[in-house]
């Protein structure tokens, strides 16, 4: 019985120190941080599956281990063209085995219309995953784009912003940096 008590008292802690360390990231938002809203409690996820441009399926699930910038987007959608290159410039800055920038185009977005966006805008990497039944869309309750949501590394939202932003300033690297280095 004291081992059980021991146990719930340890991930009680764990819950608490966790939910500290979101608030302690949360007090870091400034300009269009502000609009980053950190979830009290962390929200499940999307279990359909988005697409590949060879059609292959994946689930959100594959990014399980790594906190994960998600964004929704469309190739017509004039915010996403301008924030876009810089979820390109976190990935290069971020991105390894901690983070990644995840973009999926939501609705219809034909990948030969997806390649020339990012042609255009000069981004190389990113990925060009789909959704084009708005599955995982209306599963996480996208509404207008762009939305973006942070994935904790057990696959729960922990952030949403909507709208687009200012994701090259100091104020979000400042956040991105403070969730992905490693606890100790």
Not at 27 to 43: I, N, S, Y
Not at 78 to 86: K, L, S, V, Y
Request: proline share 6%; aromatic share 8%; with cysteine.
């Amino acid at each position: 019985m004291r081992l059980i008590c021991v146990v719930l008292l340890y991930i009680a802690a764990s819950v608490s120190a966790n939910a500290e360390d979101l608030s302690a990231v949360a007090d870091l938002r400034e300009g269009d941080m502000k609009k980053l809203v950190f979830h009290a409690t962390p929200q499940p996820v999307s279990e359909q599956s988005f697409f590949l441009p060879d059609e292959s399926g994946h689930t959100l699930d594959k990014y399980a281990g790594k906190y994960v910038l998600l964004n929704f987007w469309a190739t017509w959608c004039a915010p996403c063209r301008h924030e876009m290159p810089m979820l390109s410039e976190l990935q290069a800055e971020f991105g390894g085995d901690h983070f990644k920038v995840a973009t999926i185009a939501t609705g219809r977005n034909p990948i030969a219309g997806m390649r020339a966006f990012f042609e255009e805008i000069g981004v190389d990497n990113l990925p060009l995953y789909r959704d084009p039944k708005q599955k995982v869309a209306r599963d996480m309750a996208v509404l207008g784009l762009p939305i973006t949501v942070i994935l904790d590394p057990k696959g729960r939202e922990i952030a949403r912003l909507r709208g687009d932003a200012d994701w090259s300033g100091d104020d979000a690297r400042a956040i991105i940096s403070a969730l992905t280095q490693p606890a100790g």
